[in-house]
């Protein structure tokens, strides 16, 4: 077989599934060209239509909640499977039991499964969340090869106070319960220290034919900006490059390097998201 040819068997297929934000520059209006910029077939599964998202004013909202089974139905009778799923924004705590009913129905051999929460941030849910969803998500993390979860999720996760002043043993306490509740690899994101955001990730490896716990910062430059649809980005490139066969933190760092680019990429005017199309062309 050709490089070439060899280059085409191995074309990943993945699923992702978040809402459709019309305007907004977030969920799948950003992984599906992010995902497909770096080359893997990229299958979407929407789980609403909002006109934008819910940073706005106001936002309609269109639940396609009871159109996945039919969905599901014609991907059973049309044999189709995936080799690698991302979840992001799902807006309905029913969304989960069939968030699962597509990993045991729809995943190739070893498919992983890398979920960011997304329902808070800064301390509070999101609008139209609430403490039954944080539950749901409880138990859907359950099925992740890596979850995603900012601080203030891993705080709701957790059932842990969130805390403005942080510091590293509060990361840590957070990281371990959450690796103690999947048994996967936790990568809180949105971690300050002196100056600096990244994440910390903490993972099993074996060390002496024992597996140990591993944990690690991946810290870059803090920009002053902040900005809606960056934990949506940094989960795609993340993605993207992990899938790809980079290391875990060689991914995150790539994915960090990617939002401030976005970031240093946009009009302070422009106030809803970041114009990654233009990080994404370098
Ligand atoms: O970026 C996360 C996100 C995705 N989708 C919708 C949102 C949000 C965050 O608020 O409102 C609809």
């Known amino acids: ?16 599934m978040q809402d459709l934000s019309c305007v907004g520059q977030c969920s799948l209006t950003v992984a599906l060209p992010i995902l497909s910029r770096y080359g893997i077939e990229t299958c979407v599964l929407p789980t609403a239509v909002l006109s934008n998202h819910t940073m706005f004013k106001g936002w309609s ?13 014609n991907w059973k009778n049309n044999n189709i499977k995936f080799d690698a799923f991302l979840l992001g924004y799902l807006g309905k705590a029913e969304l989960m039991a069939l968030a699962e009913k597509c990993f045991d129905e729809f995943s190739e051999d070893g498919a992983p499964v890398i979920i960011d929460p997304v329902f808070a941030d800064n301390g509070k849910l999101y609008g139209g969340f609430d403490l039954n969803y944080v539950a749901e998500m409880r138990k859907l993390i359950k099925r992740a090869d ?15 106070e969130y805390r403005e002043e ?20 936790v990568i809180i994101t ?36 902040k900005r809606h649809g960056t934990g949506d980005i940094f989960a795609s490139v993340f993605t993207a490059s992990y899938l790809g ?9 790539l994915a960090s390097r990617f939002v401030i680019d976005c970031l240093k990429n946009t009009d302070r005017a422009h106030f809803y998201g970041v114009n990654f199309e233009k990080v994404l062309n370098k």
């Open 245 to 253: 066969g980079k290391s875990l933190s060689d991914s995150c760092s």
């Open 146 to 160: 890596i979850i995603l979860p900012n601080v203030t999720e891993a705080c709701f996760l957790t059932e842990t």
């Open 61 to 73: 909202y269109l639940d396609l909640t009871p159109e996945i089974p039919v969905i599901y139905e």
């Open 166 to 185: 942080q510091g590293d043993e509060y990361i840590k306490e957070l990281a371990n319960k959450l690796f103690e509740m999947t048994g996967k690899t």
């Open 1 to 16: 077989m050709s490089n070439n040819e060899e280059e085409i068997m191995k074309t990943k297929r993945i699923l992702t």
């Open 190 to 225: 949105g971690v300050e220290s002196g100056g600096y955001i990244g994440e910390y990730i903490l993972t099993e490896i074996m060390r002496a034919k024992k597996p140990t716990r591993k944990g690690t910062y991946v810290l870059l430059e803090k920009l002053p900006e």
